[in-house]
Nanobody, 117 residues
Framework: QVQLVESGGGLVQPGGSLRLSCVAS????????MKWYRQAPGKERELVASISNGGSIRNYADSVKGRFTVSRDNAVNTMFLQMNSLKREDTAVYYC??????????WGQGTQVTVSS
């Protein structure tokens, strides 16, 4: 059974930083591309960042380039999202995603990030 468990969200002031984690189980993590999505209130879920199975290829939404960094540690089946220079518009629930070609993607339960003074 695939499980994706996010943690690390919270309340932070504008300009602050947070590090999100996604611990995966139930599949061979090192073989899978992984992604971070987010969904703000009243908005559609959007792709934030993706990372290849080995970690060498990383892509970001334009809105977070230069501020967010995605990484992974395949030895402990964990993906990370380092978020710096946070803005109010980064407020959202952040989700860990494992894409599946020809099948239904796997999702975590999400972790809330609130950027507010």
């Amino acid at each position: 059974q695939v499980q994706l468990v996010e943690s690390g969200g919270g309340l932070v002031q504008p300009g602050g930083s947070l590090r999100l984690s996604c611990v995966a189980s139930g599949f061979i993590f090192r073989n899978s591309m992984m992604k971070w999505y987010r969904q703000a209130p009243g908005k559609e879920r959007e792709l934030v960042a993706s990372i290849s199975n080995g970690g060498s290829i990383r892509n970001y939404a334009d809105s977070v380039k230069g501020r967010f960094t995605v990484s992974r540690d395949n030895a402990v089946n964990t993906m990370f999202l380092q978020m710096n220079s946070l803005k109010r518009e980064d407020t959202a629930v952040y989700y860990c995603n494992r894409p599946r070609i020809g099948g239904t993607d796997d999702w975590g339960q999400g972790t809330q990030v609130t950027v507010s003074s």
